[in-house]
């Protein structure tokens, strides 16, 4: 079914509409969620804000994991995400003017590929194909959620589409909704965090550079960059400043702001050409105090949001997604209720420790590079030479950076990279 039709068709009759689970957001973890419940006979509707193609037409791109892509490979759409995107075979880690550069290969994992970098709209895009011909699965789009009531048996959700407003009662609502989440905001679940000093100035650039498979995190005083490579020469590039200087990087012309960057890079890329627009986003590190509770649950970033550094943050939730279907699909074949909270809180137990590991990591990685207080930086220069000399270390590291250790979802294959 082609994209405009699914859209069409898929919008629902004015009635009320019953099913077994709501998804509020159809970006690239609720689709994740949705594909990875395609055949289990549980009945979904995934609410979307935008139409299917505006949704998929955001302009970033993502560091995804080995561990990502293994499932999106169970899933079905790997063959459909990968000729369309990059793989890196190298990740190198550099501390400001420190000469020694930290360097991880495939060989020390036994793999052909450490990650990939995607484009938004190519794995979103594919999720939606897959969930074109799928009978369990049914699209709101463009809708707008205005209202959730929670009942003993089954969550109530008010849906604004254009003029009209419907309700859609399910036994499980699943927030996938963003770090502003609405769903989380009714639920009345609290979050605790805090908002970082810096904000991120994020773009792609082409260069000249012959290699374009290698991922470069180059920390500096002042917060960490981060290279990615992409299709055609090109990189996505996130560099992260304190919020004067970001909105400073952003406002300069073309020339000065290539000519600051070529200088940050050390010229390893060669020329580089400015290939988009310059985007600001602050950074914030938040995990809610609770995923679940009853007939409700958070994935994603409307559950936690980490610091972009070593691109942990949509991995988390593609990990979520993986696991929360998985916790369903069980109960469902058990006989269980999948809105009771004792059965969300087998997600919870799941996720939130493995999050918060990865929220901390980030977190220690910026405070750590991000200074020039003496103790610290001699700190961080051992600890870079640590990692580099004793192999078991290394290879700990770059098991938690590519999604590699902690608990695996049964729908990853047993194929290797």
């Known amino acids: 079914m082609a994209l405009e039709q699914l859209t069409k068709t898929t919008n629902p009759k004015p009635q009320d509409l019953d099913c077994d689970l709501v998804i509020v957001g159809g970006g690239i973890v609720g689709a994740t969620l949705a594909c990875s419940l395609k055949g289990s006979g549980l009945q979904v509707i995934l609410i979307e804000a935008k139409t299917l193609e505006a949704a998929a037409t955001r302009p970033q791109a993502y560091a995804l994991s080995l561990l990502s892509g293994r499932i999106f490979e169970g899933l079905g759409v790997w063959d459909d995400i990968l000729p369309k995107i990059s793989q890196y075979h190298s990740i190198q880690l550099s501390d400001a003017d420190y000469p020694h550069i930290l360097q991880f290969q495939p060989e020390d994992l036994g793999t052909e590929a450490l990650g990939y970098v995607a484009e938004h709209g190519v794995v979103l895009r594919a999720l939606q194909k897959s969930l074109a011909d799928c009978p369990n699965v049914r699209w709101l789009c463009p809708a707008e959620v205005v209202g959730i009531e929670e009942g003993e048996s089954a969550v109530a959700i008010r849906v604004k589409m254009g003029a009209e407003e419907r309700q859609v009662r399910a036994k499980l609502l699943v927030g996938a909704d963003g770090a502003r989440s609405r769903v989380r905001h009714w639920a009345d679940i609290k979050t605790r965090g805090w908002k970082y000093w810096q904000s991120c100035v994020t773009f792609k650039i082409q260069h000249e550079a012959p290699r374009n498979d290698i ?121 269980e209720d999948i809105g009771k909270h004792h059965i969300l809180k087998r997600y919870e137990r799941w996720r939130k420790r493995e999050n918060l590991t990865i929220l901390g990591f980030t977190d220690l990685l910026d405070r750590m590079f991000s200074n020039r207080w003496f103790p610290l930086v001699v700190s961080r220069r051992l600890g870079l030479w640590l990692l580099a000399n004793i192999r078991p270390l290394k290879i700990y590291a770059l098991q938690l950076m590519t999604g590699l250790r902690g608990r695996m979802p049964k729908l990853v294959t047993s194929n290797k990279d």
């Not at 809610?288 to 949509?314: E, F, K, M, N, W």
């Open 215 to 335: 991922a470069f995190e180059r920390f500096w005083y002042s917060g960490p960059m981060g290279v990615l490579p992409l299709p055609g020469n090109r990189c996505q590039i996130v560099w992260t400043a304190p919020h004067a200087d970001a909105k400073a990087l952003q406002a300069l012309n073309e020339e000065e702001f290539i000519a600051q960057l070529e200088g940050r890079t050390g010229g390893v890329l060669g020329s580089l050409k400015l290939v988009s627009d310059r985007v600001l986003f602050p950074v914030q590190l938040m995990q809610c105090d609770r995923y679940i509770q009853s007939r409700l649950a958070l994935i994603g970033d409307a559950a936690h949001c980490c610091h972009p550094v070593g691109g942990q943050g949509l991995n988390l939730g593609i990990r979520d997604a993986a696991a929360i279907a998985q916790i369903l699909q069980e109960a469902q074949h058990q006989g």
